[in-house]
């Protein structure tokens, strides 16, 4: 989730456009709409995108660590038991927010930090260790968002050591190409910065699934303006959901001047609200029908300051909206501000847990 999301809820009201400026660049990269395309013919020996969005399955995003500027700064360090405990509770994946950005040179070669890699490294594999699936990300790449023309080659040559890195990976690791376009990153170049990039993981990963998100803050309404090479069949559409905002930001202070006027606002599982859930998700089934492509609902939580009971409906409200249509899913997030688990007493929300896997070992104990 992006630190400052009032952005996201003006986006719900506005709409932007933008210019495309080209600009040369070292990466080689194909502007067709099917780079390198991955045909079903050459799919014997791997599952596809659907076949590995199933795997992602009921997923929880290991937020506030890596995304921040170093690990830490926003109070959360991942450690090894929250794995366990999270493989334990009955997820199935993880997914990974990391700013490379953060950690990769200025100028030529762009070299990505070797000790930053090995602790990237590590947290993959104690997932994988544990039968979890992982989507590994690019995440808070602010100057991209502000200055993206300046900052394409330097995005796509993170990627393309990303890929090179990884490329011998199990097919449970899945590329997230970048969290949340925004600001000045519109829909117009970030459809083709998307195609660039996915063309630049080609080279090494001919075969891995790589999930693509939405311009405007990873929103389902941007959907319909999202441009996937047609022939590469082994994408996922990802998207996000904190409908409606005022309920899931209250009091989120990052999120805009006015969210301590929100505290108080409810979700009710009124006839209205499940109606609202469903309309948004039912067109997000329809372009994924459209289009054949499989979704991950990427994001959605409600931040703590909201109401207990609220929180668990809108919560196993949105998990089911999702699991109805078909969509993998991962929850915001483990354990800071919307978090599933309270790190200082070491023990589940289990409201929470309840509404996100009802059947979990955990909720017994």
């Given at each position: 989730?992006?630190?400052?999301?009032?952005?996201?809820?003006?986006?719900?009201?506005?709409?932007?456009?933008?210019?495309?400026?080209?600009?040369?660049?070292?990466?080689?990269?194909?502007?067709?709409?099917?780079?390198?395309?991955?045909?079903?013919?050459?799919?014997?020996?791997?599952?596809?995108?659907?076949?590995i969005n199933r795997t992602l399955g009921?997923?929880?995003?290991?937020?506030?660590?890596?995304?921040?500027?170093?690990?830490?700064?926003?109070?959360?360090?991942?450690?090894?038991?929250?794995?366990?405990?999270?493989?334990?509770?009955?997820?199935?994946?993880?997914?990974?927010?990391?700013?490379?950005?953060?950690?990769?040179?200025?100028?030529?070669?762009?070299?990505?930090?070797?000790?930053?890699?090995?602790?990237?490294?590590?947290?993959?594999?104690?997932?994988?260790?544990?039968?979890?699936?992982?989507?590994?990300?690019?995440?808070?790449?602010?100057?991209?968002?502000?200055?993206?023309?300046?900052?394409?080659?330097?995005?796509?040559?993170?990627?393309?050591?990303?890929?090179?890195?990884?490329?011998?990976?199990?097919?449970?690791?899945?590329?997230?190409?970048?969290?949340?376009?925004?600001?000045?990153?519109?829909?117009?170049?970030?459809?083709?910065y998307l195609k660039e990039a996915i063309?630049?993981?080609?080279?090494?990963?001919?075969?891995?699934?790589?999930?693509?998100?939405?311009?405007?803050?990873?929103?389902?309404?941007?959907?319909?303006?999202?441009?996937?090479?047609?022939?590469?069949?082994?994408?996922?559409?990802?998207?996000?959901?904190?409908?409606?905002?005022?309920?899931?930001?209250?009091?989120?202070?990052?999120?805009?001047?006015?969210?301590?006027?929100?505290?108080?606002?409810?979700?009710?599982?009124?006839?209205?609200?499940?109606?609202?859930?469903?309309?948004?998700?039912?067109?997000?089934?329809?372009?994924?029908?459209?289009?054949?492509?499989?979704?991950?609902?990427?994001?959605?939580?409600?931040?703590?300051?909201?109401?207990?009971?609220?929180?668990?409906?809108?919560?196993?409200?949105?998990?089911?909206?999702a699991e109805n249509r078909g969509f993998?899913?991962?929850?915001?997030?483990?354990?800071?501000?919307?978090?599933?688990?309270?790190?200082?007493?070491?023990?589940?929300?289990?409201?929470?847990?309840?509404?996100?896997?009802?059947?979990?070992?955990?909720?017994?104990?």
């Open positions: 989730m992006y630190r400052i999301k009032f952005t996201l809820f003006l986006a719900t009201i506005f709409s932007t456009t933008g210019i495309f400026i080209t600009c040369s660049s070292s990466i080689p990269v194909n502007t067709d709409n099917d780079p390198n395309p991955v045909e079903a013919a050459d799919q014997d020996n791997f599952r596809d995108a659907f076949e009921k997923g929880v995003n290991l937020g506030n660590a890596l995304e921040a500027p170093s690990e830490g700064d926003w109070g959360m360090v991942i450690e090894e038991h929250f794995i366990d405990l999270i493989q334990k509770a009955g997820f199935q994946s993880v997914r990974i927010p990391v700013r490379w950005n953060a950690h990769a040179g200025n100028s030529q070669p762009y070299t990505i930090n070797v000790a930053f890699f090995d602790r990237v490294d590590e947290i993959i594999q104690w997932s994988l260790d544990r039968g979890l699936a992982v989507m590994l990300n690019i995440h808070h790449y602010n100057e991209l968002m502000q200055q993206p023309q300046q900052h394409r080659e330097r995005f796509l040559k993170i990627w393309d050591q990303i890929a090179t890195h990884y490329k011998d990976y199990p097919e449970q690791l899945v590329f997230e190409i970048l969290n949340e376009p925004h600001d000045n990153l519109t829909h117009i170049l970030w459809n083709t063309n630049v993981v080609r080279q090494t990963n001919t075969r891995r699934v790589i999930a693509i998100g939405t311009a405007n803050w990873g929103g389902f309404g941007t959907l319909q303006q999202l441009e996937l090479p047609m022939h590469d069949r082994q994408l996922i559409a990802t998207v996000h959901y904190y409908n409606p905002f005022q309920f899931t930001h209250q009091g989120a202070s990052w999120a805009g001047p006015d969210t301590d006027n929100w505290l108080g606002t409810t979700w009710d599982g009124t006839p209205e609200e499940f109606n609202e859930v469903n309309r948004d998700f039912d067109s997000v089934s329809a372009w994924a029908q459209t289009n054949n492509r499989p979704v991950h609902l990427g994001e959605f939580g409600a931040f703590s300051t909201a109401d207990e009971d609220s929180r668990q409906r809108w919560t196993a409200a949105i998990r089911e909206a993998s899913w991962a929850y915001w997030e483990f354990g800071a501000g919307f978090g599933i688990y309270d790190r200082n007493a070491n023990q589940w929300h289990k409201h929470l847990l309840e509404a996100l896997i009802p059947e979990s070992p955990e909720l017994g104990k």
